[in-house]
């Protein structure tokens, strides 16, 4: 399988948005489910939402960012996005794509086999 790659990060200001993209070939016939997860420093990875091949979506970390991330798919070019709005410093982490090949558990880190690299977001003023 190929890697999944991440890009679209970078330095924001609070409030601002920014839009993180995922190449996740083989998502339309490989995966059940590609997800978003973030990793801030000194902290646990924490899955933020799932979206899967049927087109669902798993908000997992539903409190901290509700209203504010959204995750959208193009199945035609195998891509996954993760949309940022008013984004606050708590929101400044290593942000990653992953894939599951399984249809559980989609909210927690053990399904996923096939990581990117990740992309830092740092939200500063």
């Known amino acids: 399988q190929l890697p999944l790659v991440e890009s679209g990060g970078g330095l924001v200001q609070p409030g601002g948005s920014l839009r993180l993209s995922c190449v996740a070939p083989?998502?339309?016939?490989?995966?059940?489910?590609v997800g978003w997860f973030r990793q801030a420093a000194g902290k646990e990875r924490e899955a933020i939402s799932v979206?899967?091949?049927?087109?669902?979506?798993?908000?997992c970390a539903a409190d901290s960012v509700k209203g504010r991330f959204s995750i959208s798919r193009d199945h035609a070019k195998n891509m996954v996005y993760h949309q940022m709005n008013n984004l606050k410093p708590e929101d400044t982490a290593v942000y990653y794509c992953?894939?599951?090949?399984?249809?559980?558990?989609?909210?927690?880190?053990?399904?996923?086999?096939?990581w990117g690299q990740g992309t830092q977001v740092t939200v500063s003023s």
């Open positions: 992953a894939a599951t090949t399984t249809v559980f558990d989609h909210c927690t880190l053990r399904p996923y086999g096939s």
């Open positions: 083989g998502f339309t016939s490989d995966y059940q489910g």
């Open positions: 979206i899967r091949r049927d087109g669902t979506i798993a908000n």
